[in-house]
Nanobody, 123 residues
Framework: QVQLVESGGGLVQPGGSLRLSCAAS????????MGWYRQAPGKQRELVAN???????NYADSVKGRFTISRDNAKNTVYLQMNSLKPEDTAVYYC?????????????????WGKGTLVTVSS
């Protein structure tokens, strides 16, 4: 069993910063890709950023230059540093982990999701 727990959401003023964290726990040997998605009210869930175990990154155009994704493979943890936040960044942010190999070398499919953390950007 794998669990993802997000933290770091909250209320911030436009132009402010927040840092999200997501820790994966369970019988994990490795995780190929970890990422952040978000879902605003009335909209579909969308990719914000992801990062592979080799530290290759991918960002949505809307967050490039403002958000930075990073990970600690030893801790199975992914981070999202969000700077210059805008009201349109308001959403529930979900952590995702895919390509999980367990300690017994089983491949887990599909990926796992956290329960989400709310980010509100408002004055």
């Amino acid at each position: 069993q794998v669990q993802l727990v997000e933290s770091g959401g909250g209320l911030v003023q436009p132009g402010g910063s927040l840092r999200l964290s997501c820790a994966a726990s369970g019988s994990i040997f490795s995780i190929y890709v970890m990422g952040w998605y978000r879902q605003a009210p009335g909209k579909q869930r969308e990719l914000v950023a992801n990062i592979t175990s080799g530290y290759s990154t991918n960002y949505a155009d809307s967050v490039k230059g403002r958000f930075t994704i990073s990970r600690d493979n030893a801790k199975n943890t992914v981070y999202l540093q969000m700077n210059s936040l805008k009201p349109e960044d308001t959403a529930v942010y979900y952590c995702n982990a895919d390509g999980i190999t367990t300690a017994t070398m089983h491949k887990l499919r599909p990926g796992y999701w956290g329960k989400g953390t709310l980010v509100t950007v408002s004055s």
